[in-house]
């Protein structure tokens, strides 16, 4: 029996591993699953366990008023100490505080760790900030190491990282699938209604608008960006009233100050709370434009065909610019008006970025892991 602790604590974080967490699930005569959650999106992760039916076993509940990255860090570091003992492997996502301590704990417990969605690069340690960095330090320490697509797999070799990378898709395709097959059947069935939570009616979407969905949260860009793409948006939806703009709008409370002001009373846009992970991706279907700066959105755009702006600088996933869904647009107020403006009125963009691509994957990236991962186990290797 092999003890396989995952550590996770995120939103984004907890939706990447399910898909692996449900694969290991079903071999309960080969591993002992440990699942840890730190607790830094804590408020965000109990729709996502509902939907994915299992829960963390072990919560390091760290999160507490203001802290800095570096309390946050710490405060995690020292936790799962005790949290990750006996483990035969670690496993974790992506490169938040949560992933990068899952992995540092393990290093000196010398444990192995495995490391999902490895070798994204902007090439830049401020941006997106720290989370290049942290990424960077995973992968100094993964001893498995699953690239999500070729690009970053060459991202790894660049830093002499060769040896047990595999190429395997990004498992938020695998969740995405999952979870649009089963709205589909909701659909069919006429349940919709049981399992969406929209806190408006769902015919409002219903009303043949244009449905344009939004997400914004990164570090960097707190503050004057925000209000800048606030003020695009506000332009664009007053110009065209056919529109309906959804803005879940995340929990961090910088987001929301920057934002409310300049948007809580444009008759089509909606400033929502979170949605939970099925009505998202409910909304996500149907969807005519995504504005994000968030990782998973480009992913999950790519793969279902979605014209996606993005609102950063720069971004670790090329592979959704280069297949034709997503342009980069940065913050700047006049950009992002122009590039929206554009998208609305130009028929032949629109459809050129509207081509579904599985640059990131076909839906079948946990099998793939766990092969990789039983493999390891099999040839007994160590670090
Ligand atoms: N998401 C969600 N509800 C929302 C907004 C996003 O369930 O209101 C999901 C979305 O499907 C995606 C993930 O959360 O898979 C993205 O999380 P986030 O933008 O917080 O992080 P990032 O992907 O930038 O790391």
């Not at 495995?114 to 990424?135: D, Q, S, V």
């Not at 992968?139 to 070799?157: G, R, V």
């Not at 595999?166 to 938020?172: A, D, E, L, P």
């Not at 998208?343 to 963009?349: A, N």
Request: charge should be negative; include cysteine.
């Amino acid at each position: 029996m092999k003890k396989i602790s995952f550590v996770f604590g995120t939103r984004p974080e907890l939706i990447k591993v399910a898909p692996l967490i449900k694969a290991c699930q079903k071999h309960v005569d080969i591993f002992n699953l440990n699942l840890i959650s730190t607790g830094q999106h804590k408020e965000l992760l109990n729709n996502l366990y509902k939907w994915f039916d299992f829960e963390a076993n072990i919560n390091l509940e760290i999160m507490q008023f203001n802290q800095s990255p570096s309390q946050v860090i710490a405060n995690i570091l020292q936790k799962l100490d005790e949290a990750i003992k006996d483990s035969d492997l670690i496993i974790v996502q992506g490169d938040t505080a949560t992933a990068y301590t899952g992995a540092m704990a393990g290093f000196l417990h010398k444990i192995p760790i495995a490391h999902l969605e490895a070798g994204l690069r902007t090439n830049n340690i401020y941006n997106p900030f720290p989370e290049e960095m942290l990424r960077r330090q995973i992968s100094q320490i993964a001893c498995l190491n699953f690239a999500p697509t070729e690009t970053a797999a060459q991202n790894l070799k660049q830093e002499n990282i060769k040896e047990n990378v595999f190429v395997v898709g990004n498992t938020v395709i695998d969740s995405l699938k999952d979870t649009i097959d089963k709205l589909d059947n909701l659909e069919k069935n006429n349940q919709l209604t049981e399992f969406i939570n929209l806190p408006f009616e769902l015919k409002e979407l219903e009303q043949k608008k244009k449905l344009i969905l939004i997400t914004m949260h990164r570090r960097e860009s707190l503050g004057e960006e925000h209000k800048q793409v606030a003020r695009a948006l506000k332009r664009v939806s007053q110009e065209h009233t056919n529109l309906l703009l959804i803005f879940p709008i995340h929990p961090n409370p910088s987001v929301r100050e920057a934002i409310e002001p300049i948007l809580q009373n444009c008759p089509n846009i909606k400033l929502i709370e979170p949605l939970d992970y099925i009505t998202f991706c409910f909304v996500l279907k149907k969807a005519h434009i995504l504005i994000t700066d968030s990782g998973g959105l480009q992913e999950e755009g790519c793969s279902l065909g979605k014209p996606t702006l993005i609102l950063r600088k720069t971004t670790e996933r090329p592979e959704a610019i280069e297949a034709g869904n997503a342009k980069l647009v940065g913050t700047n107020e006049e950009d992002v008006y122009i590039n929206f403006s554009a998208l609305l009125k130009d028929k032949e963009l629109y459809s050129q970025m509207s081509k579904p691509s599985n640059t990131f994957g076909n839906g079948n990236s946990a099998e793939l892991i766990l092969n990789e991962i039983k493999k390891f186990f099999s040839n007994n290797l160590t670090i």
